[in-house]
């Protein structure tokens, strides 16, 4: 099993390189994709009446300025170890017109301000902590009292065939697979609902509710190539198994995401969970 420190180097790595950069080129995908959560937390951050919020893992900034026009008296902070996306998400908010701090650190170890915040959201962005007790801890002393948590995260694979889809498709033509190991960082670290919870209850967060959620999600049928080229497992997959024949793996990625166009869009469901909590 990989250590933490040896989890953190590789995150760090992918983020802040090529991994970030493919996110910052296909930005209008994930923002088309994940409206719909986009807009759950954005109300959530407009429920809150908090005056300062922080997005966990705040990428390209989408859910930090749907936030800010949600709750347009708060400010708002995004945070992120992505150099590439902080810098896409700095000129969003300016375009905006949106005042948004946005901080290049870990949130498990950032040194926040005790106490500041009165609300943190996340899409996506917390399944990647290499310690995450530590990570939540962090965050819950950044926390006012009775601070309202609102993340997302995925289910499992099983619960998420479209993401998947690409890693089963290439399978036949490559020697070499990707390891997972569960309650592990990765894109399904949280999983088991019982693990998430333990995590919370163990960093001192209180009201903890996981509710599964099936959420719609689409994107334009012309933006499927730059989907898996930038986002799906493909450069991964063909990283690991330099001798395969890409055109085969590639062919085939391709007729096997087929499935899910509908007229002009791609569809698909995301299986998640909803995460809610309050520090204490």
């Not at 390189?17 to 994940?34: K, L, R, T, Y």
């Not at 500041?116 to 290499?130: K, L, N, P, Q, T």
Request: aromatic share 8%.
């Amino acid at each position: 099993m990989s250590t933490p420190e040896d989890i953190r180097a590789q995150q760090q790595a992918h983020w802040d390189g090529a991994g970030g950069e493919g996110w910052v080129e296909a930005q209008a995908i994930m923002d088309a994709m994940f409206s719909n959560i986009e807009d759950r937390l954005a109300e959530t951050a407009r429920e809150s009446r908090a005056n300062n919020i922080l997005d966990i893992g705040c990428g390209t900034g989408a859910v930090s300025l749907a936030a800010a026009k949600a709750a347009p008296s708060a400010r708002l902070t995004g945070i992120d170890i992505s150099g590439p996306m902080l810098a896409l998400a700095r000129t969003r908010a300016s375009s905006a017109d949106i005042k948004a701090d946005f901080i290049k650190a870990d949130a498990e170890s950032h040194g926040f301000e005790p106490g500041r915040f009165g609300c943190m959201i996340s899409r996506f962005g917390v399944m990647f902590f290499a310690d995450p007790v530590r990570a939540f801890s962090n965050l819950k002393s950044a926390c006012a009292p009775g601070a309202a948590l609102h993340v997302y995260a995925w289910r499992s694979p099983a619960d998420n065939a479209f993401m998947t889809t690409g890693t089963r498709a290439a399978a036949p033509f490559l020697d070499e697979m990707p390891k997972r190991e569960k309650n592990a960082p990765g894109q399904f670290g949280f999983e088991d609902e019982a693990y998430v919870r333990s995590i919370l209850e163990r960093s001192g967060w209180t009201d903890i509710e996981i509710t599964a959620e099936d959420i719609p999600c689409s994107f334009p049928a012309r933006d499927l190539g730059l989907f898996l080229t930038k986002l799906g497992p493909l450069p991964r997959l063909l990283e690991m198994n330099p001798d395969a024949d890409e055109e085969a793996v590639r062919s085939a990625v391709r007729e096997a995401y087929q499935a899910y166009i509908v007229g002009d869009e791609v569809r698909y469901t995301a299986g998640c969970w909803s995460i809610r909590a309050h520090s204490s």
